[in-house]
């Protein structure tokens, strides 16, 4: 994934652009930067790798470095931004949060137009954010040129850029599927992914910005550079796993929507009268604690924590890249509460089953620790196809994902005809899959929220939502 930041300040706003992009730390693991306007310096730019060292350590020294009453920031799940660009636009910087399907395709048209060149990367990869850049200086103006390439583009692109006269120019996709939003304080507008990021600030929400809306921000005001759009499809992962629980997408908060849809998969529980006699119920941490808080509470049952994550020195953007390594790593910040666990039937509900792999390796750590029955409960559906529009859940192979490999295993590759039925607890199929994945991990029982379930708990509309990695419609 990834999320930015930016204010645009009558004052030296770089102590609130660092809190700002920092917040949204959650976002990604591998690259931060910093991009600054000052009236007498101009624009000046910072990026460093934090796949080894959080955001806040690699920048604690940018005010000796940085200053500018303007300033946008990233985190960044891919490539290394913002960028400064040089081109008939003028001078800007620009950081993006999206996924470019078609990158080839794009860069090999613009070879063909123009002649020009990318700087290349290892393998000979062009920077995303170059080529979204690329993309708007082939139109006269930054709003034709933003709609441009978010045209161009199969996939996402949610744009920020910070202009040579300390304007910044902030785009919203063009379904929306991450939020853009804009909040208002004393010296000037700020955007941000996160709303709680400005908050803390002393910034109040001004607006959301629409799907595909444009505009441009001064200390002075706000300007439209073009309307929002009528269709929505904000992802509806946001609210389930990747967004912060203290933020609100489209009026929703996230800890809340948690809670009901926890309370939800506990009535669907008691309906079936499935896990029966449980001692605890507990939350996969860190963002399966709050559904688990609202199946407990629905169940009257008590919410326990049987272990606990070591976080002061593995947070969580502090993972080795080997796979290998990242397990061994995930499985040393478990702690048991051994008195939590020994001869006690547990349920837990985890934000969603993915790969499964870590949580395989939880299971068995608890059984390790003496517990007698653990039960499992997914916050979400089944994930059936890797998101091809944000860097969540995407695989280089799909049949990473556990549901799809246990479907091939269950009735080979005509199974992926009948995704939606494996989706549904109540068909052979779908209590085939559930099975299945049971007998793998050693689960007593498994479940996951339905469709219908995680739709009801987020309160939109369903035409709204994006649900790709569930159901694979558009």
Not at 52 to 79: L, Q, W
Not at 260 to 284: H, L, P, T
Not at 348 to 363: A, C, P
Request: proline share 4%.
């Amino acid at each position: 994934m990834g999320g930015f930041f930016g204010i645009a300040s009558k004052n030296d706003c770089m102590l609130d652009v660092f809190f700002g992009v920092d917040y949204h730390s959650h976002l990604g693991t591998r690259r931060g930067g910093l991009a600054a306007y000052d009236k007498e310096i101009g624009l000046q730019r910072e990026i460093h790798n934090i796949e080894n060292s959080p955001f806040r350590t690699k920048f604690e020294n940018i005010f000796d470095e940085m200053k500018g009453t303007s300033a946008i920031g990233c985190i960044s799940d891919s490539d290394p931004q913002p960028l400064l660009i040089r081109s008939s636009l003028g001078t800007y910087a620009i950081c993006i949060v999206g996924r470019i399907n078609n990158a080839d395709e794009l860069i090999e048209k613009y070879f063909a137009a123009s002649g020009g060149h990318f700087d290349a990367m290892t393998g000979g990869r062009v920077n995303s954010t170059e080529l979204v850049a690329a993309l708007i200086n082939q139109k006269s103006t930054f709003a034709e040129g933003i709609k441009f390439a978010q045209s161009s583009i199969e996939g996402t692109a949610s744009i920020l850029i910070l202009r040579e006269n300390g304007a910044i120019i902030a785009a919203r996709d063009k379904v929306g599927r991450i939020p853009v939003l804009v909040g208002k304080g004393e010296d000037g507008y700020c955007v941000s992914f996160e709303s709680f990021a400005y908050k803390k600030l002393g910034y109040d929400d001004e607006r959301d910005l629409g799907p595909g809306e444009i505009v441009e921000l001064t200390p002075e005001g706000i300007t439209q550079l073009n309307p929002p759009g009528d269709e929505l499809k904000i992802c509806a992962f946001l609210w389930s796993y990747y967004g912060y629980p203290t933020s609100n997408y489209e009026g929703v908060n996230v800890e809340v929507m948690r809670y009901r849809n926890g309370k939800i998969m506990a009535r669907n529980d008691m309906e079936s009268g499935e896990a029966q006699d449980i001692d605890y119920v507990c939350g996969v941490p860190d963002s399966g604690t709050p559904h688990a808080i609202g199946y407990a509470n629905e169940r009257h049952i008590q919410f326990a924590r049987p272990f606990i994550k070591y976080t002061p020195t593995w947070p969580r953007s502090f993972m080795p890249a080997n796979q290998k390594e990242r397990n061994k790593v995930a499985k040393m910040k478990q702690i048991p509460v051994h008195e939590l666990i020994q001869d006690k039937n547990l349920l837990f509900v985890d934000d969603s089953i993915v790969r499964g792999t870590q949580l395989k390796e939880t299971v068995e750590f608890l059984y390790e620790n003496g517990a007698k029955a653990v039960h499992m409960r997914s916050a979400c559906p089944p994930i059936m196809y890797g998101c091809k529009y944000l860097n969540f859940s995407s695989a280089k192979n799909e049949m990473e994902l556990i549901a799809r490999r246990v479907i091939v295993e269950l009735e080979g590759e005509e199974g992926f005809n009948h995704t939606e039925e494996y989706s549904d607890f109540r068909t052979e199929r779908g209590k085939s899959l559930r099975k299945a994945i049971c007998d793998k991990f050693q689960f007593d029982s498994l479940d996951f929220q339905s469709l219908e379930g995680i739709i009801e708990a987020i309160g939109l509309e369903p035409c709204k939502l994006c649900t790709y990695c569930w159901n694979g419609k558009e």
